[in-house]
């Protein structure tokens, strides 16, 4: 898989939060169903103070390698003054080096692909903050997106 190394600045993000593990697809369905209800209750349009209208899906809070459990997000980036009302939560991205990857096509297929490639990859993780940032939020082809995903990388 092609990629390149990109430095990003820190950014501010608001939303659900749900701890899971890839054990026994536990993470398919988890993630899932908080997607679903990051959209179905309209958690994206109570969010206030958006940077722009791409979504992220970020992995954190690792507690060891892409086997062990971990913090899964649905989320949007926002300016540092939004305000975070429950059950929606706060989180900072770091500043820092990531591997950027670019796919296109079905949001589910291309995105459980991507993961089944990367955790073969020879890839030096530092396993702290990674996500998926989908560019077409207001695309409802769902079979037709395109998403960056960064690695954070040492």
């Given amino acids: ?19 899971t593990t890839n054990e026994e697809e536990k993470s398919i369905k988890d993630i899932g169903a ?30 060891g390698e892409f086997t062990k459990p971990f913090n899964f ?3 949007v980036e926002v300016n540092s003054e939004s305000i975070v009302q429950y059950p929606l939560v706060y989180k900072r991205i770091p500043a820092g080096k990531y591997a950027k990857f670019i796919i296109k096509g079905d949001i589910q297929k291309s995105v459980a692909l991507f993961w089944c490639k990367l955790w073969k990859m020879n890839l030096d993780r530092m396993y ?6 989908y560019q077409e939020n ?17």
């Fill in 128 to 133: 702290s903050y990674d996500f998926e940032e």
């Fill in 34 to 63: 908080l997607w679903s209800n990051f959209f179905n209750n309209n958690y994206y349009s109570k969010i206030s103070g958006k940077v722009n209208n791409k979504t992220i899906g970020l992995y954190t809070d690792y507690e």
């Fill in 73 to 75: 997000l649905t989320c």
């Fill in 1 to 19: 898989m092609n990629y390149e190394i990109v430095n990003l600045d820190k950014k501010h993000i608001v939303g659900l939060i749900k701890n």
């Fill in 138 to 154: 207001e695309n409802s082809d769902l079979k037709n997106q395109e998403i960056h995903i960064y690695i954070s990388i040492r």
